[in-house]
């Protein structure tokens, strides 16, 4: 499984920002897919997560109301749509899955995103 994430980019306060995640090596609709950031000296945290459906997305809610996640099955991809950006929103953010019924976690390299005036 491989899990290639790409957008990031610096960005002004207020802005916005697209952030995919391009995965291969597995049958990506049976998938679950997961947007995690991690900034220098805090722990990783969940920001959203969006089902193998595409229903029911989950948002922390320090984003809610400002990003969107969406993905294409067809395309084997996931998408993290930010608007509104904020300081506190700069971290490395990371694309995530865990094979079903399983604790097999993968992980991408990260893109890092920077909000800064």
């Known amino acids: 499984v491989q899990l290639v994430e790409s957008g990031g980019g610096s960005v002004q306060p207020g802005g916005s920002l697209r952030l995919s995640c391009a995965a291969s090596g597995l049958t990506f609709n049976r998938y679950d897919m997961k947007w995690y950031r991690q900034a220098p000296g805090k722990e990783r945290e969940l920001v959203a997560t969006?089902?193998?459906?595409?229903?029911?997305?989950y948002y922390a809610d320090s984003v809610k109301g400002r990003f969107t996640s969406s993905r294409d099955n067809a395309k084997n991809t996931v998408s993290l749509q930010m608007n509104s950006l904020k300081p506190e929103d700069t971290a490395m953010y990371y694309c995530n899955t865990i094979r079903p019924y399983t604790y097999l976690t993968y992980w991408g390299q990260g893109t890092q995103v920077t909000v800064s005036s």
């Open positions: 969006v089902t193998s459906a595409g229903g029911n997305p």
